[in-house]
Nanobody, 124 residues
Framework: QVQLVESGGGKVQAEGSLRLSCTAS????????VTWFRQTPGNEREFVAT????????YYADSVKGRFTISRDNAQNTASLQMNRVKPDDTAVYFC?????????????????WGQGTQVTVSS
């Protein structure tokens, strides 16, 4: 069993920056692909970014490419999402999720483990 805990959410002004963290426990972290999703009320969870177990592969949604950076520190069992030049449209609850294999097309339902989510609010 894997437990994921997100932190770092909050309120930020447009064009500002925020860094989210996802800390894992319960399984060898480097064996897990970590992905960030986000969700707004009434909508499905939306893919944001994913990173392979050893960090060599990353993939981003077009909406965040060039602004967000996903990274991980396997020694600390932590994955991060650095959010720069944020926009009001980035406002959402952000979730980290994990699964055993890397697939940029994997939907939210394909993920085995989820954190509780952290709210990010961007004001204009």
């Amino acid at each position: 069993q894997v437990q994921l805990v997100e932190s770092g959410g909050g309120k930020v002004q447009a064009e500002g920056s925020l860094r989210l963290s996802c800390t894992a426990s319960g399984q060898t972290f480097s064996s897990l692909v970590v992905t960030w999703f986000r969700q707004t009320p009434g909508n499905e969870r939306e893919f944001v970014a994913t990173i392979s177990g050893r960090g060599g592969l990353t993939y981003y949604a077009d909406s965040v490419k060039g602004r967000f950076t996903i990274s991980r520190d396997n020694a600390q069992n932590t994955a991060s999402l650095q959010m720069n030049r944020v926009k009001p449209d980035d406002t959402a609850v952000y979730f980290c999720a994990a699964r055993g294999s890397y697939n940029t097309r994997a939907p939210a339902a394909a993920y085995d483990y989820w954190g509780q989510g952290t709210q990010v609010t961007v004001s204009s």
